[in-house]
């Protein structure tokens, strides 16, 4: 059994029984608050065992035309769902016990993450978490960027990117590369 401690956070990683919860978040506008869609998976002893999609009614609830053109969602698509606070029950069963958060580009999707517990209210103790960009970037130097796009093409992993459940996928897949499983 290898075990390698991460940089981040001083993570101890048992290369041979990964469990972490890669999420992914799309927002409707440049307020952090403002989900629009999420995208859970759940990793244990380095296979995925289930997954997590959701729409979610924005806060504040207004799209940015730029933010619809890369992801597809729009007021009418999330118009019947509910809010983050009201789909919390739903999420927080998929991240109940996680050791670690799993995020492309993580600081963006912890902080969407935070930001909408705080604004409902809602006391969730967050994991270490770990970037696989920032990792992409540490293990790939010869990449062109590290992109979500990129790193997926390197590793051979399909993407449809910015669909929640699909980047959350991929970050996935990428950690279990990236961290040797």
């Known amino acids: 059994m290898r075990t390698t401690l991460g940089r ?66 729009d007021a009418k698509k999330v118009s019947g769902f509910p809010s983050f606070g009201e789909l919390w029950s739903e999420m927080s069963e998929y991240l109940a016990g996680s050791e670690m958060l799993v995020a492309h580009n993580a600081v963006f999707d912890i902080k969407v993450l935070t930001a909408c517990c705080e604004k409902y209210g809602i006391n969730y103790n967050l994991p270490a978490s770990f970037c696989t960009c920032q990792s992409a970037r540490r293990n790939l130097p010869r990449l062109m960027n590290h992109k979500l796009s990129t790193v997926c093409n390197y590793y051979g992993i399909e993407l449809n990117h910015h669909e929640a459940l699909s980047d959350a996928r991929a970050a996935a897949l990428i950690a279990l590369k990236l961290l040797g499983a």
């Open 8 to 73: 981040k956070n001083n993570i101890a990683v048992n290369k041979n029984k990964l469990n972490f919860t890669a999420i992914d978040f799309e927002t409707a506008n440049y307020s952090i608050t403002s989900a629009c869609q999420i995208g859970i998976v759940v990793v244990e002893k380095s296979e995925i065992i289930k997954t997590y999609s959701s729409y979610i009614k924005p806060s504040p609830n207004f799209f940015v035309p730029f933010f619809t053109e890369l992801h597809n969602i």
